[in-house]
């Protein structure tokens, strides 16, 4: 971008004052031009304005216009927010160590976090956080960024916590020293069959491959021959983790992705080390909240004719941001170059209509029927490209296609089940029976394992379940329950698993729900992934 699109920016903070600007050339103006320019607009607001403003706060909206205007993924970041938005791609945070829940507003130990403070001290899942320092925290109405502001803090300091806990009549009291909380990038990583395994990531961070290695080879030792790798709903994160990543799936010295802009040379990435996976059936999943860092996966392991991409269209983000620093200790990540596959595809959509026409355009794709069907997808050759091995067409422009389509599955859509989801009624109640009875929860089943084999609701169970929701306010239509029963059943048995067992139980549970999942699974099993001819064994 010139930055002859600077100046609008600016006068929009304020009356146009004519001499001082007009002996610059517009068309030639410089960075030190441009910061004289804003300066002297700074000082006559500051002293002549009719109102008294903070420059600091018109400094900071500047900036974000100014960030906002160049692309949607070039933005500001004050010191606290750079801190809290830098924690998922650190992989660790300062706090206590609890996943919590805030339930009847108290806070509600979901689970200690292993190998944590809290964890270490004894705090169980079901305590209720009733007293932080001192300070009443129950029937206040606390929100999340309550419980956060007073838990989370700087490793080494203490913070005093009052537990009421089921059982006991008075109230117990822990000083929890906190300490490094770590934050997993595995949501779930398990066998789905005998040879088949599954890992879901969320995120791509710095620790990211650890885990990922450790899953890994924790799953071959359970006999996974074949890998679904979910980064459905996975928006990204660290280039240099998602280059790691694809390089346990590719031999040799594959190119990866490359870089460039406008002020950067062509940089190649290659592969440069032995996999893990480098044989065996691999299937990526991908819908259209994949972004950034999961297209980078995708691209390359579809590129190189690695294995199936399955799913829907991905968000098309094919921007790379570098942090930078400013003098008050706020920052900016700006985009500075553009993202290629091996093939030479860039997947960046299309962001020249502003930053809310690019955040809609997901929508879009729902409303013209694109999660039903491709056939709404305009692609003209221009955007065409080909796979490294076999030359199969491969397309650019806005997002990585699959290799298999799979639609947004409708069958067990209802307003009434649309009204328990939007009221969190499955997790709600989950969470209150499991803390009413934890007892007959843990003895129900003799493992994880047997509850997700054998877990099953009772026509009574459900009915109790039906009984809470229209207690709740939810107008219940019998033909809607009918039709979005098998859904509610398999939720509800996720959040059931999740508060008995832990996190990881509720994705061994939901896949039932994941249709793209289980399109992998048959794909895998009934020879259509064979019948591909993809170079998986050639790797």
Known sequence: MTTTRLAPLFLALGAFVASPFNSFAQDDMTPQDAAQKFGTLMRYVSQLYVDSVSVADLTELAVVKLLEDLDPHSVYFSAEELKEADEPLNGNFDGIGVQFNIFKDTIMVVSPISGGPSERLGIRAGDRIVEVDGENTAGIGITNRDVMRLLKGPKGTVVQVGIKRDGESKLLTFDITRDKIPIYSIDAAHMVDNKIGYIKVSRFAKTTMAEFREAIATLQKQGMRDLILDLQGNGGGLLRTAITMSDEFLSGEKLIVYTEGRSFEREDTFAQYKGLFEKGRLIVLIDEASASASEIVSGAVQDWDRGMVVGRRSFGKGLVQRPMRLPDGSAVRMTVQKYYTP??????????????????????????????????????????????????????GGGILPDLFV???????SPTFSRILRKGLCSKYALAQVDAHRGDWDSRHASENDFVKNMSLSDEEMAAFKAYVIDEGVTVDEEEWTRSLPAIDIRLKAFFGRNTYESKTF?????GLNEALQEAIRVLNDGTFNAANLAHKTF
């Open 343 to 396: 093939a030479g595809r860039c997947i960046q959509k299309p962001y020249d209509e502003g930053v809310e026409a690019y955040r809609k355009e997901k929508f879009e794709r729902y409303e013209r029927g694109e999660f039903l069907t491709l056939d709404s997808l305009d692609l003209p050759d221009s955007l065409m490209y080909q796979t490294r091995i076999l030359g199969r067409e491969v397309y650019g």
């Open 507 to 511: 994705y061994r549970v939901i896949g």
């Open 407 to 413: 639609p947004l599955d409708t069958t067990y859509n």
